[in-house]
């Protein structure tokens, strides 16, 4: 009976040996738990930005445009001088241009001067050059039309001189010019254009030296 009592307690002690050998694995602290799960991550720089994003630069302000030339429009009568081609003629305040007997000549029209009939004679550029029917280069200089081989001037007194090479000579005497010379020159040098202009139109056209013989009427055929 003893005997099965010790091998009953002996049993007992190997299956309780058995269930409860090792003790669980320890958790990890909650503290540690609760940092791992609130890290903040790390940052990243912003993007390069790319050819498209960046702005163009602004394009370069266009040079201002030269300021546009006008011709000043003064009232002023001029006189030619005794025994000259020239005839009087006068410069109203409208800019209109009229001769001896009343009929308009010559328009002042911003930085051109036209005839009667709406045709511009000369034309003043920005840079003081001057443009129009007329042989050679003339320009502006000062209150001066000065080309090739000839100048048309218009002294303080009024005075007009015209110089052709080496020879100057008056030409009459406008009167109001004083503050307007440029002006009055401008209008001499339309006129001698307009002047040259109808001279050639009014020349007859040039006859053959030697006409061509009228050929001898054909024979008829017998």
Known sequence: MS????????????????????????????????EAATATPTEMPPP?????????????EAAPAP?????DVAAMKFSPKKGGKARPFEVKGD?????????????????????????????????????????????????DV??????ISVGDDGTVTMTRGKKTEPVGKFEGSAGAKKTA?????????MHHE??????????PKHPAAAKPAAKPKP
């Open 3 to 34: 005997r099965q009592k010790s091998l009953f307690a002996l049993s007992a002690l190997l299956l309780t040996a058995a269930c409860g050998g090792s003790e669980p694995a320890a958790k990890a602290p909650e503290a540690e738990t609760a």
């Open 48 to 60: 390069a930005p790319t050819a498209a994003e960046t702005p163009a630069p602004p394009p370069p």
């Open 67 to 71: 300021p546009q030339p006008k011709i």
């Open 95 to 143: 800019g209109t241009v009229t001769g001896h007997d009343g009929k308009t000549l010559l328009r002042i029209s911003g930085d051109h001067i036209e005839d009667a009939s709406g045709k511009t004679l000369v034309t003043l550029g920005s840079d003081g050059s001057l443009m129009g029917e007329f042989k050679g280069t003339l320009r502006m200089m000062g209150d």
């Open 146 to 151: 000065v080309g090739d081989d000839e100048k």
């Open 185 to 193: 020159a401008l209008v001499m040098l339309a006129l001698h254009a």
């Open 198 to 207: 109808q001279h050639h139109a009014a020349m007859p056209k040039a006859q």
